[in-house]
């Protein structure tokens, strides 16, 4: 081989190795950079509520919030509430677009591009239906649902077993009853609220049977159930879901 050759080739490996370290850079800049801006979005979110004294309600009538939300319905009008797994990553704004479900697959709160994206609530559903899904990433850098992940292992349930989904409404709790790994064209994701106590009973039965483990968590009829689902296994089909209801 030649020398000039030699030296054609060194210089394109180099050039190889040079890109290949930007890019990964780049990425995980950018990864960070989502990071930061969800965090400023919980910093919004966690400051004191300032209510007038005349505009209070009277306790008994006053629904419970832990979290100043308004800012961020200001912000964007997709906004609809704040997931929250106590003690994980799991803390972040949801959003819901209806007629364009997947809006935020690939958009941050602002609107531009982001690959973490925005958990978002299924666009068929309603807040006030007994049984809504929330999508989220299952993310590299464990943000997003990753965490979700974790509740593979009955231990990690055992020390996480309740979310929160707050909203203009309030704060309601979950009681996680079942963690199942299924395809994303399971008979679950189809699942809605019934006014028929049966198949109420016959869904909350099928997917406790779905489980990875049981949890000894009632489900009593007439009480919202929330999915949280994100992208988990060897097919892009699959998902791991965690399903609480309202306490």
């Not at 049984?131 to 996480?160: C, P, Q, R, V, W």
């Not at 028929?196 to 009632?218: N, Q």
């Amino acid at each position: 081989m030649s020398k000039k050759l030699f030296y054609i080739l060194v210089t394109v490996l180099l050039m190889i190795i040079a890109f290949s370290c930007f890019m990964i850079f780049s990425e995980v800049s950018k990864s960070e950079q989502e990071k930061e801006d969800f965090e400023n979005l919980s910093e919004i979110v966690t400051k004191p509520i300032e209510t007038e004294p005349e505009q209070q309600e009277p306790e008994e009538e006053k629904a419970v919030h832990t979290r100043n939300l308004l800012p961020l319905y200001e912000k964007n009008s997709d906004f609809i509430g704040w997931i929250y797994i106590p003690g994980t990553n799991v803390d972040y704004p949801v959003v819901h677009t209806p007629y364009e479900p997947q809006k935020y697959l690939r958009m941050n709160f602002e609107g531009e591009y982001a690959m973490s994206g925005v958990p978002f609530l299924e666009g068929t559903r309603e807040l006030s239906d007994g049984h809504i899904i929330i999508y989220g990433h299952n993310m590299k850098n464990k943000t997003m649902f990753s965490d979700l992940t974790k509740y593979t292992e009955k231990a990690y349930f055992d020390e996480h077993g309740t979310f929160e989904f707050e909203t203009l409404d309030g704060l309601k709790v979950y009681n996680i009853f079942a963690v199942a790994m299924l395809k994303s064209n399971d008979a679950w994701y189809y699942f809605n609220y019934s006014e028929s106590e049966e198949i109420f009973s016959d869904a909350a039965e099928y997917i406790k049977e779905k489980s990875l483990y049981e949890t000894g968590v009632e489900t009593p009829f007439g009480k919202q159930i929330l999915t949280l689902s994100t992208c988990y296994g060897d097919s892009e089909d699959d998902r791991i879901i965690v399903i609480g209801i309202e306490q």
